[in-house]
Structures are given as C-alpha cells and as structure tokens.
C-alpha cells in the first residue's frame, strides 16, 4: 500500500547502476540527452547507436525491456502530436497510397519521435535506479538552484502520488471484477479520474504538511548523500561518452 | 504554575471553501500532563491539531507554545517544540531509509554527525525500532510505521507531543506495543483518538471537544463515566466497558 505511494517511480534492486551516487548519474544523463538532441536527424544509424547504449545501461541496471517499454508508454501523449507534422507541413510532398505527405513534416516527426523517446528512456533508466530524495539531493550537489530542485521536487513527488493512488484505485476497481487491459482504457477508470486526481491532491498536501512540520523550509538535508569516486564517475560515464562521440562524428562529419 | 506547555485561546477558523470548523476553542495543558482529546468525527481535531504548529493560520485567537506565540516569526522554533505524529504513517515517511526519515527533523535544524546519529538511535530506542535503522520504510507492518513515525518526532526533542489518532486500525498486539511505548516516554502529550479504553489507559486527563469547541475537560474516568456527556457528543463505549471498574493501571508519576 505504501510502496506505491512512496516510491513510484523508482524500482528497488542492488545493481551496479543502483549503487553509483545520484549527480554522477544526473550527469551522464544530461550527456546522453545533450548527445542525442545534438544528432542531425538524418543520421538514423547514430540514432540506433544511442539506443544501445541506453539499452546496455538498462541491462547494467537489471531493468528489463518490457520494463522501460511500459514507462516510455507515459510519453505517448506528448509524442502524439509528431503524427501529424507529415500532414500538415510544409515544402516537398510524397505520396504514400492515398496520402500526401510532407517529406520536411516526416523528417519533423521522425526527429521528435526518435529524440523524444530516447530521452525519455535514458531518464527512465536514472529514475528508476535512483530514489527521489537522492536525485534531488544530488541536483542540489551540482549546484542547480533550489528553486528548480524544489519545483522538481514538487513535481516528482505529485506524479509519484498519483501514480501510486491510480495503483490502488486500480486494485479497489480489479476486486469488484473490472479488468481494463490499461490503465486508460475503460470509462469507469476515466471517470474515476477527477476523483483521483483530488486524493492524489489531498494525500500530496498531507505529504508537505508533514514535511513543513519537521522544519522542513524548502531545501532537503542532505542525507545519506555520498560521495563519487574517480571510479564512480568512470563507470558512470563509460556509455554516455560514447553516445558523445557518436553525436560529435555525426555533427562532424 | 509553570508556563502551560501548550495555551490555546479562541481559536477560530474556516477553510477556504467557508467550512466554519473551529468555533473558539480554549484549553492550556501544563509541562508532563497527559491529556486526551475525543469527539466525533468532523469535529475538528486535526483541523485543530495543524494550527499547533502554525502549518494554518487562525482566524481569531492564538497559540502559544511553553510561552513561544505562534507567529510567521516564530514558525520554525515552534516546530521544533510542537511534534506531531500524523494519523497516516505513510503520509509521514517520506524517505528511503528509516535513519533518513528519523534525521529528516533534526538535519532541517542543523543537526549533523555524530550528534544526529545520537538523537536517530536515540529516538528509535525510545520506541523499540533501532532494529530496523536501515530497512525503507515501506516494508515495515503499519504498527511499527507508527512507532518509526513517534521516532521522527522524538528525534527533534520536542516540548508536546501531539498523536492524531494514533491507535487507529491496528491489529491488538500492535496497538498494545504502542501503549507500552507512549508510557513510557517522559513527555507532554495530548493524543487524540476514538479509542476510549486507550485514552483511560494513558491519560489522566481528557477534553472532548464537538462543533469546533471545547465541551468538557476533566478527569478521564469520569468523562467516560458521564453517560449523558458522552452519547451528547457520539462518543460510545465498546460493549462491556466500565471506566469506574478498568483502573487506569499506568497514571505517570508526578
Ligand atoms: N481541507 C479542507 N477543506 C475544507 N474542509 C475541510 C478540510 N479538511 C477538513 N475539512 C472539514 O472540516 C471539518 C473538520 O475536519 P477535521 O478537523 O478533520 O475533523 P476531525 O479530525 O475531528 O474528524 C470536517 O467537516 C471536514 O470535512
Ligand atoms: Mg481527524
């Protein structure tokens, strides 16, 4: 019941990738996002490099596939709208049995759609290894102000509450025989979702005034933060770098 | 007499949406006192209970905390006198280990090293938990989430200890280990719970309060002993129990 509140996004295990400390975890995954942002997007088979770097990072992290498949799925929203830059862009056409599409709109969805799930999933692989109170403490380690760890910490821990408060509206709904293959199919899921959405609220609100209770003033103590070592950051940035040096070659050459 | 631990006076407030839940509540409780506050449901005890430490603002009256008014000024200190234990553990812990969630309070006031290890082992001694100092606090049954969550608190060294229902759904055993530990800590509390046997059991004294006031304060046994008073404010007792027959077998030494 608790795990699910707690501890949503994260995923318990004692993997190598678990054990490295979280701002040497946050810098390799601003290398790896930075590297993939960087990639011209013609460049497919850069792109096919940079996934198998995440995919060895997620194997290193005994994250299974099925795993990150699932939690790439919370983008799909956002990736949506890429769908339609082939229909309504602009400049050359091809056209594809009954449909004209826009070659720059196709190149335009293939960018956002390779960049974005990539992203996503290299941010899986971090977040999932790496419980919220360290990332923020380690964001606070590399120096980046409090207002946005705060922020980040506001929105991770909201996102946490509603995923775990969807978990147990799932369960209460499953033990009176509702079955929805996911979690958005089906209208009773969808019209518990106000519902939802204020408990989720109420419950985030307890979480801040148990916080504000113990002296709690907008910074996180910093608390079992430990420190990198110089073989941390070498097994840390090992695959990052090299999905760096695929982007550089690519811009490059 | 002492300066009262806790002096609250008049204290009034509506929630945003125009709820009036408190009507000028007044009560003070002095240094070691234990005290028990009953009353129905939608009363207004939590309401009231976040109003000790300044987390809501009154309307009218005021709190004052071992001579500390709670004032925007005075918040933090406050906060440091006033523990309150929440009614949902899981509301309550929030970080990975049960040492992070007990040094959470300290380390926001500066306490670090050796001296906050000191006051974690201390706190999770004083509730029979230092056992479990590197489990997450998940994976605890809820009755030992409960007696971490006291940790928490008791880390900080606080004044008054405040417990929102504390004894709620828990199987016998654990609610009985929670007993055990609340009589045996030296502190100033004020427990509120729907567990009258309980109530008799630790505190001495209880107030019942209903529509957002104060309705009585007195000696717990005879609150519970009043029939009128007691169906008055939808407080009953379970089947069988004769609070002038249960003696209190743990009233604190003075
Ligand atoms: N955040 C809130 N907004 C509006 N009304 C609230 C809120 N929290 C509690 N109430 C209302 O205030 C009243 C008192 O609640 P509460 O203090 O929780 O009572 P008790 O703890 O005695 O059961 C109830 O009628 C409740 O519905
Ligand atoms: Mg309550």
């Known amino acids: 019941m608790s795990a699910g509140h707690a501890h949503a996004l994260y995923v318990h295990g004692d993997s190598r990738v678990h054990a490295l400390p979280a701002h040497v975890k946050l ?13 011209p997007r013609e460049r497919v088979g850069v792109f096919a490099a940079h996934a198998v770097v995440i995919i060895a990072a997620a194997a290193c992290a005994h994250l299974s596939p099925r795993f990150i498949g699932g939690r ?89 509450v509603i995923a775990g408060e969807m978990h147990r509206a799932k369960v209460a709904m499953a033990a009176r025989g509702y079955q929805p293959r996911w979690a958005w199919q089906g209208t009773a899921l969808a019209t518990s979702a106000g ?13 801040y005034d148990a916080m504000l209770s113990r002296g709690y003033q907008g910074r996180l103590p910093q608390l079992g933060a430990t420190a990198a070592t110089r073989a941390d950051w070498a097994r840390a940035l090992a695959l990052p770098l090299c999905a760096a040096a695929a982007a550089a070659l690519a811009v490059i050459g | 007499m002492s300066a009262p631990a806790l002096e609250v006076r008049g204290l009034e407030y509506a929630y945003p949406d125009g709820t009036q839940v408190l009507r000028g509540a007044d009560f003070h409780i002095h240094p070691g006192e234990r005290v028990a506050l009953l009353g129905p449901n939608g009363a207004g005890k939590t309401t009231l209970v976040l109003h000790l430490n300044g987390i809501l603002t009154p309307d009218g009256g005021d709190v004052t905390v071992a001579g500390l008014a709670v004032q925007p000024r005075t918040v933090k ?100 280990e929670l007993a055990d530990v609340l009589a045996g800590l030296e502190i100033t ?28 304060d007195g000696p717990t046994a005879a609150l519970l002993g009043d029939r009128e008073l007691m169906s008055a404010n939808r407080l009953e007792l379970p089947l069988g129990f004769d609070p002038s027959l249960a003696r209190p077998e743990r009233l604190p030494a003075p």
């Open chain 2, 77 to 176: 200190e406050i906060r440091r006198r006033v523990g309150i234990v929440f009614q949902d553990p899981d509301d309550q812990l929030f970080m990975t280990t049960v040492r992070q969630d007990v040094a959470f309070g300290p380390a926001n006031y500066g306490v670090t090293g050796e001296e906050l290890d000191r006051r974690v082992m201390g706190a999770l001694t004083a509730v029979g938990m230092a056992g479990v100092v590197d489990r997450p606090p998940h994976h605890l049954s809820l009755g030992e989430r409960r007696r971490v969550a006291v940790a928490t608190v008791l880390a900080m060294n606080p004044e008054i200890l405040v417990l929102d229902e504390p004894s709620s759904n828990m199987d016998p055993a654990s609610r009985r």
């Open chain 2, 189 to 216: 509390l004020l427990m509120i719970t729907h567990d009258l046997p309980y109530a008799l059991e630790l505190c001495p004294r209880a107030m019942i309060m209903n529509h957002g006031r104060i309705v009585a």
């Open chain 1, 72 to 160: 790439l799925l919370i983008g799909a929203p956002f990736l949506a709208f890429a769908v339609l830059l082939p229909f309504v862009g602009g400049g050359d056409r091809v056209v594809v049995g009954a449909l004209s599409l826009s070659v720059g709109g196709l190149w335009g969805a293939w960018s956002v759609l390779v960049k974005g799930t990539l992203a996503l999933a290299a941010s899986v692989v971090v977040t999932a290894t790496t419980p919220v109170p360290a990332l923020l403490t380690g964001l606070g380690r590399l120096r980046v102000p409090v207002v946005i760890t705060e922020i980040a910490g506001f929105m991770v821990r909201y996102l946490e």
């Open chain 1, 195 to 207: 519902a939802l959405f204020i408990r989720s609220h109420e419950r985030g609100e307890r979480v």
């Open chain 1, 27 to 39: 810098v390799a995954l601003l290398i790896v996002i930075v590297a993939v942002v960087a990639t």
